[in-house]
């Protein structure tokens, strides 16, 4: 298998040295106009559909423009549930 393998990549770094560079250019093209359109979906989605997502950097920016110095993340202020982590974090730094 490995052999197989290797013979494979062999032939497919002859074919590409070989063959037209326009084909090649084509498929990288392709690669990442698809990695663009996956950022831009997910950047959609995280607008849209993650709201604490949102409203967590909203916050930090608010901190930021308050020249605070050490920044705190409260998921309770910001109303998202479940974060038991990010409670336990936040009483054991107040103390």
């Known amino acids: 298998l490995l052999f197989v393998t290797k013979c494979f990549i062999i032939l497919s770094v002859s074919y590409g040295v070989l063959s037209a560079t326009g084909y090649i250019w084509g498929i990288g093209d392709i690669g990442v106009g698809l990695m663009a359109w996956i ?3 997910g950047i959609i989605v995280t607008y849209f559909v993650w709201k604490p997502t949102i ?3 909203k916050d930090y920016e ?3 423009k308050a020249g605070v110095k050490e ?8 109303g998202i549930k479940n974060a038991t982590f990010w409670e336990e974090r936040l009483k054991n730094k107040q103390k």
């Open 39 to 41: 950022n831009i979906v």
């Open 55 to 57: 409203k967590a950097l």
């Open 62 to 64: 608010e901190q930021q």
């Open 71 to 78: 920044y705190t993340f409260d998921p309770v202020k910001l």
